[in-house]
């Protein structure tokens, strides 16, 4: 499988990142347990065949230090207008390379079913998207090489991502759809495998 994406992964600033997921570790550790899924979430991708590179959208100096080791490359979030405009800038930082966008709450996934994924975005040559597993968010949109990615995320953007004409992917992807908002949704991807960043934080619950 030729690698040719480029995956653009936005990181909020850990201190005001995922403020529904508030009380799934103790308070000192949540600033850990969003780094060690955005960590889970690039170490995936990257490990990911169809994947050339992977490139986080962020502020955080300690997102940075992380992704830099992980062998991923960072862009400060110079529109400082939410979660599209970063992801919107970062697509325009690839060059013209076919861009998936992958939110940073996916310590689940599986880079096989990325590459599943990615594989049938290309073969469609259209912008595409995954929900996630209730149906109304999106965990990943990709569009081909000089496709706009055009995002649409927040609530409601599996309807609004296919308003804007992408085409929606509903396979049996589990562990890429199983985005972390919430304690239960945690859980659920516990259930699932978790990388081992968000594991080991994890162990620290008490």
Do not use: I, Q, Y
């Amino acid at each position: 499988m030729l690698s040719t994406w480029v995956a653009v992964v936005p990181v909020k600033p850990l201190g005001a990142a995922k403020t529904r997921l508030r009380g799934a570790v103790p308070r000192p550790s949540h600033p850990g347990l969003v780094l060690a899924m955005a960590r889970d979430t690039v170490a995936a991708a990257l490990a990911c065949p169809a994947v050339a590179r992977v490139v986080a959208v962020c502020d955080d100096p300690l997102v940075r230090a992380a992704v830099t080791a992980a062998g991923a490359t960072w862009l400060p979030d110079t529109p400082a207008a939410g979660l599209n405009a970063a992801l919107a800038f970062g697509a325009r930082a690839a060059g013209g390379a076919p861009v998936v966008a992958l939110t940073a709450d996916l310590p689940a996934m599986r880079p096989a079913d990325l590459a599943v994924v990615l594989a049938e975005a290309a073969r469609l040559a259209r912008r595409a998207f995954v929900p996630d597993l209730e149906g109304s968010g999106t965990v990943l949109l990709a569009a081909p090489a000089g496709v706009a990615l055009d995002p649409h995320f927040g609530p409601g953007s599996a309807a609004a991502h296919l308003r804007s004409g992408a085409v929606r992917l509903d396979g049996d992807w589990p562990s890429l759809r199983r985005d972390v908002d919430t304690a239960a949704d945690l859980d659920a991807a516990a259930d699932l495998g978790l990388g081992p960043h968000t594991g080991e934080v994890l162990c620290t619950r008490a």
